[in-house]
């Protein structure tokens, strides 16, 4: 009999647990209580974040360290700043700190007040094109070393035989260690936000087009 040609092993879930591991969840932020219609579909997101994560614990392993994007501190101080900062990923690592996980800081406080500054620049909508581009420029450099003392810091702290439950946003250019195996936690909730949020945009592309096509005839 001659063998299956192209047949491919599905991994065990033991050829996981060896090494180091990070959970990776998008960070959404809580809108306003004015938005309810968001902020349910936010809840939910956040919500089905807790049960992947839970559902990946059992099978890979508990998470030993929660790291979050933003957050410059460790331990209760920092648990603090992420309550203040978002209460849907306050709970997802609350829940992991109360078993045993540690909260390990993975920004540099000056550094974050500089990325936070360069993007404030580039909110405001600055007028000169040469400003804008020595902004974008100064801004990119900082969100690189930014991003590269995010990657040395769950380097340094994750250790052999880990998980590690990162908590950040999306777009991110963070380039995480060869030997680190990375899941992504991304539940339904995550594109039932997005697609909430460009609703808007989409409607005024739309009544754009019509626009144009009534000037046309």
Same mark, same amino acid.
């Given at each position: 009999m001659s063998e299956e040609v192209g047949k491919i092993e599905r991994p065990q879930v033991e050829d996981f647990k060896e090494g180091r591991r990070i959970y990776i969840v998008p960070l959404i932020f809580s809108p306003s209580e004015s938005q309810a219609e968001l902020l349910q579909k936010v809840n939910n997101y956040w919500d089905q974040v807790e049960a992947h994560l839970t559902n990946l614990e059992v099978k890979l392993g508990s998470v030993n360290h929660v790291y979050h994007e933003l957050v410059p501190v460790?331990?209760?101080?920092?648990? &603090? =700043?992420?309550?203040?900062?978002?209460?849907?990923?306050?709970?997802?690592a609350k829940a992991r700190l109360e078993k045993g996980a540690e909260l390990q800081p993975i920004e540099d406080?000056?550094?974050?007040?500089?990325?936070?500054d360069w993007s404030k620049c580039l909110a405001i909508g600055l007028q000169s094109q040469h400003a804008?581009? &020595? =902004?974008?420029?100064?801004?990119s450099e900082t969100q690189k070393r930014k991003d590269e003392y995010t990657a040395k810091q769950i380097d340094e702290t994750l250790k052999s035989g880990e998980s590690g439950l990162v908590l950040m946003r999306e777009g991110h250019q963070v380039q995480f260690p060869s030997d680190i195996q990375v899941f992504y936690v991304a539940p339904p909730g995550l594109d039932e936000v997005k697609r909430w949020l460009r609703e808007p945009e989409v409607k005024a592309q739309g009544r754009s087009s019509k626009r144009s096509k009534r000037k046309s005839k």
């Open positions: 460790g331990g209760e101080a920092g648990a &603090k =700043v992420i309550e203040e900062l978002n209460k849907g990923s306050y709970q997802i406080g000056e550094l974050l007040i500089e990325f936070m804008v581009m &020595k =902004v974008y420029q100064l801004y």
